[in-house]
Structures are given as structure tokens and as C-alpha cells.
């Protein structure tokens, strides 16, 4: 008898079997490359094919390692099931000794199987020969233990897979792709509809008597956001990327104000411009009209606030998609002017003059890389500018006049800062719609303690002390451009629409410079219709720019105090950098081009954009999935696999009496029947030629019994 490897104290046990501890330990070793291989293979990949790829590594390694564990576990039930037969052959009634044949059979038939681990272990609680009073003269050893390790070997090779499952995480990322591209309508153009319901709202803002807006401080609120982007103009654009990403409007934020960075503003698109039938505020319709059944101008907010608050946003998208369109975005550049010497405070009827010198509107077009217009180039017009209600207002002299190429009249009306906009491209370029605006600060100086102004009247007012004060006076000209811009949203089922990036300067979608291959278009391609568009054109814009630019300057100017006393308001401090009532300090170019551009394209951008659509390239968002593997948990999962395989190859239990080895291999059973280890308790009468279900009856009550 070959001696246990462990020394002579394990002489209970059987040598174990080398070459399957050695699968075993190969299968452990090679288990974590094997899965490794598929965890790659699956990273990258989509949810399905991650699980997919997962599953099969998970699956072959399990499935390896639990058909290894088995088979090292299986001389543990055969010694099991062979000592079981010995003990009960020792039982001293031949009635009560030895087993049925078809006993036997059900521990032989699946030798692997929890049920037949099971079943042994009912049996051996049955048969009196196992009792271990009944051997204790010659076997004490506990083989209830071994098949109770032996059931935990099978679970372990059962669940190895579902474990290896569990060690493996799949992280799922939602990624923008740029490379395939559906084309998708959305509502960012006007239709002609549009335009005649503008051109009737223009009459009342024609009256100067009615301050007009588009909708009430009530519903203000109901308006789409503004976001905004830097921009690298024309100046540096050709050494920095056409990649701009969001940044944050508010009014802590100043405007980047190095040389040739702008910012650009835009109203950020609503649900209602991306779902069927929706439509953009440039509709100019009242969406309270469908319950009267009559057509009214608009007074109140946008119907997508009514109809999606209502039914919730229904979404024709994927439920995450990026979308590619123009849309109208503001630029705007202001300089301060002298009011020393460009304006007249106080004139002979009571109006205040402000002159703009060339030199300073050159300078505004040349910070958008353009070149000052053929109007400006000429002498001011002091005739035009004047009126007919200051024909008697002396005007600077004529050599003076020559610097300046535009001025600007403003009443005494008591409003503390006043506008004055002169359109340059009223829609007569198609890509854009130019203004040159003057802003007239006048401000009581009992209200601004800490003020600055460029000039104070010459004549004081006393406040309620007595004390003298004065008008202060400060005036800046901007340059402010309506252009379309190539803008990417990003939209989902699981919130509102969202603008993530600038991508380029233009009125219709084209593939970007950034990607290296080109982009595919997926689907059938947008028809072509009448209210389709695919570049956005300003020629058309005039009568809604107009309505929309009144509604914001009117906005701006009911936030005054009371007139005829110039005092503040919070439109006027938000100009400077202080706050408060009485915070004003200085007025600030890049604060009130800030807060004139926010104000732009909170009430004007919005109703540029009504019941027309205009293709924009819709890019569904990709699944990616990040898979790897918990080494840690992985580490001591294999170590007990390994661990219970080693345990049943070294404890595998010695059959008593110092019994050979036997097992259910073809081999033990020819060694048991032909040198007669096992006799039955009679003959067992089989005859040639029968079938096996007659044996099985004829012979299933026969009982055996082990002589050695």
C-alpha cells in the first residue's frame, strides 16, 4: 500500500490522484487570464454585448473550474457509498445485512449529484450496519461529514458561475457620438404666419405712449433661459478651436474681456420646438386664444408651457441625443465716450445730445474684424439729429463735427438710462442684423455716493437738506450682431433640452472640422418643403426682430423709478459692479454689454424662432460600457476553490478494514463481480436477452453484501 504523501499519520486517507490536482491548479492559475480576456473584449461595447461577452467568460470559467471541483470530489462519495456497502454487510441478521441492488444502483447512477449525496445520507441515518455503535469496534470515523463536504463542493461548482458573475461589474456610460447622424426637424425658424402676426403687433409698439411688451412681469419667467459661449473671433479664430464649451450666465460672471474673445449669447431651446406639431415663441400667439376659439396676440407665456406641463413632454427622440441646428446667437461690443467733448448735457430745449466719434465706431468693427460702413464715413447730420423740435440747439462747430459720424437726441424725461439703436442690416445681409446703440446714463447724484461720471451739470438741484447735487452723466455706444450659430443641444426623455457646445460660426449644418472620418447620414433624408428650411436666413426677420427688439428695450425701461427725478434701479447698478439702491458706482462697458445682450436674448432670441422648422443632424448618444473586475473578491474566490479542490484530492477517506480502492468506474465492478468482493443473497436467475427494465425488477431487491 502506497504511503499518503502527508506522512504516516493520514494513513486514513488515499493517495491522491496527481494529474487531476494538477488540471485543477492549472484551471485555478489560467481562470483570471480567461476572464480577463472576455472583460476586455466586452469594454467599449453596448449594455447587451457586454453581458453577452460577460456571461460566456464568466460561464466557461465556472462551468471549468465546477466540472474540476466534481471530479476531485467524486472519489469522495464512491469511498462514501463503498464504505456504506461494507458497514452494512457487517450487520448480523443476512436479512437485515447488506444492500439492495437498486439502492446501490440509485448511489452509481449520478455519482455527482447533490440528490444521490442526499439520499446516501437518508440511507445511512437508515441502515443499522452505519450506526456508529454498531462499528465502533473497527470504524469510528464521522462519513456523514465527508458527504456533507462533498455537498458543499457541489454547491461551490454550482454557483461558480453565478459568483464569477457577480466579480465581474459592468459600469454603463452614456457617450456622445459625432459619426452617425439622422436628420431631424426642428422649430427654429418663422413661417409667414409668423411674420404677419409681428407686423400687426408692431403697431403698439409704435405708440410711444404704451411702453409695449410682449408678455407681463407675471409670465416673464416662463421664458427659456439664457446660456452663453465664448467665442474666439475672427482676430485669433484661426489659431484656437471652434470648440466652445457652456458657460454659466449670471450676473456674478464678467464677460471674458481679453482682446478678441467674445461671448455669445442664446435662449436656450424648449421642449415644444423639438416635439411634432410644437412650435418656438416667434408664433406670436396668445395660448390662452383656443379656449375663446379666437386668434389673439400674444400676452402671456409660450404655449409649451401650458401643453407640456399638461400632457409632460412626449419626445419623438432617443432618450439621449444630441442635436446639430443654427440658431440665432448676439455678440455685442461697447466703448465708453467722452461726454466732455461728444455730447451737449443740457441744450437750449432741454435735451441732452451725444455724438459718437469715428474713431470709436472704427474700433467697434474692427473688434469683429470688419471694416466701418460707407454711412459712417461721412459727417454727422446735426439736421437729422436735431429734429424738428430742436432746430434752435446749438450743435458743435463744424470742425469739431468732422470726428464724429453719428449722434443721438434724448429728451429730459427723467429715466435714468436711455437707449438709442440705429439698425445697419435691417435683413438686407442675409447672415446677420447689425445695431449701433448708444445708452445715455443720467443719474441724480444723491443716489450714488460712491458715483463716477464722466461730466455733472452745471446747474445743482438742492436735496431734502439743503445740500447741492447734481445730474451725473456717462454714455457708451455698442456694436451688438445677430448671427446664426451652429449650436449643439442635447436632449433626453429624462429632462429638458440642453445646450452643451458651440460648435461653429454659420446658418446651416455641416460636418465639423474635429472629426476624423466623415459623417454618415442614417435614415431617409428630410424632404424639402415649404416651411422647411436648412440655413437660417435674416432677410425675413425684419417685423419679428422689430417686435422683439421693442419688447426688450420696453422690458428694460419699465425698470426705472419714478420719472422726472433720475434715480436708480436695479438695471441701472447691475451696469456698474456695485448693488444695492444706492450702489451705483460707474458705468462699465463690459457689464452693461453683459446685461444688454442677457436681456436680448431673454426677449428677442426667443420669438426668432416660431412655427417654422429648420433640419438639424440628430446624433443618438452611444452605450459604453466599462467593465473590470473586483480582484480583491476575485483573489479569495479562486483561493477557495482551490482550497476545497486540495481538500479533496489529499482527504480522500480509506474504505475500512483496510479495503483497496474501489469506485464506479468500469473497472471496481469488474474486480468486485469476477473475483467475488460483493455476492448476492441468492442467485440472481438472469438469463440472456433480457430486457432491461426486466432486470431491473427481477434483480432490484437482490441484496449484496461486501466479503473482501
Known sequence: ?????????????????????????????????????????????????????????????????????????????????????????????????????????????????????????????????????????????????????????????????????????????????????????????????????????????????????????????????????????????????????????????????????????FAEVITNQLVPGGSGFGTFEDPTASVNGSSALIGGIGSWATETLASGPIVELEPGSVLRFPRWGIRIHCEKLLMFTHSIPRSESNKTYVFIPRDTLGGLFNHFNSSLPAAFEKTANTTTIRGADGVNDTMPADDELQSFASGGKFYDNGVAHSMMSVPLSMGTCPGSIITVETILVRLNTTYAEHGKFALLSNDSIPDVDGNPTHIGYDAAVCLQLYEPWIVEVYNSSVGVPNSIRLCDKGAEIHDMSWNVSPEVMTGVPLKDQPELSRALNSSHLISPYIAGHQNSVNQMLKDNGRDSFYVPSPTLVSYTDGEGAFGYTELSTDYYAKARAIADASNVLPYLAGSGSTVARLYPDKEVSDVYIHNGYYALAISVVFLMGALATFFVPRLPLGSPRRGFDLFSWMTAFAAREIVPDRASGLEKQMELNDIVQHAGEMRFRYVG
Open 1 to 265: 500500500m502506497r504511503q499518503h504523501p502527508f506522512g504516516e499519520k493520514f494513513h486514513s486517507f488515499e493517495r491522491p490522484q496527481w494529474r487531476n490536482f494538477g488540471i485543477h491548479f492549472a484551471l485555478c492559475a489560467v481562470a483570471y487570464p480567461t476572464l480577463l480576456i472576455f472583460v476586455i473584449l466586452a469594454r467599449g461595447r453596448d449594455l447587451f454585448w457586454a453581458r453577452v461577452l460577460v456571461g460566456m467568460g464568466c460561464g466557461l470559467t465556472g462551468l471549468t473550474l465546477g466540472f474540476s471541483l466534481l471530479r476531485l470530489s467524486r472519489p469522495i462519495i464512491e469511498a462514501i457509498t463503498w464504505a456504506t456497502l461494507i458497514h452494512q454487510s457487517r450487520v448480523a441478521k443476512l436479512e437485515n445485512g447488506g444492500i439492495r441492488l437498486k439502492d446501490f444502483a440509485a448511489h452509481t447512477d449520478d455519482p455527482t449529484s447533490a440528490l444521490g449525496a442526499l439520499k446516501l445520507m437518508w440511507d445511512r441515518f437508515q441502515y443499522p450496519g452505519t450506526i456508529r455503535s454498531n462499528r465502533r469496534n473497527y470504524d469510528r470515523r464521522p462519513w456523514s461529514l465527508w458527504i456533507l463536504f462533498f455537498l458543499a463542493n457541489v454547491g461551490l461548482a454550482g454557483a461558480l458561475t453565478f459568483i464569477f458573475g457577480r466579480l465581474v461589474a459592468i459600469q454603463v456610460h452614456i457617450i456622445h457620438q459625432y459619426k452617425n447622424y439622422q436628420e431631424f426637424p426642428v422649430k427654429g425658424d418663422i413661417t409667414q404666419g409668423d411674420i404677419d402676426r409681428a407686423v400687426e403687433l408692431n403697431k403698439a409698439f409704435e405708440n410711444y405712449a404704451l411702453t409695449w411688451t410682449l408678455a407681463p412681469f407675471s409670465t416673464h419667467g416662463g421664458l427659456p433661459p439664457v446660456v452663453s459661449f465664448p467665442w474666439a473671433s475672427e482676430n485669433t479664430a484661426a489659431s484656437e478651436p471652434a470648440l466652445s464649451p457652456r458657460a454659466p450666465v449670471s450676473s456674478a460672471n464678467i464677460p471674458d474681456a481679453k482682446p478678441g474673445n467674445d461671448m455669445v449669447y
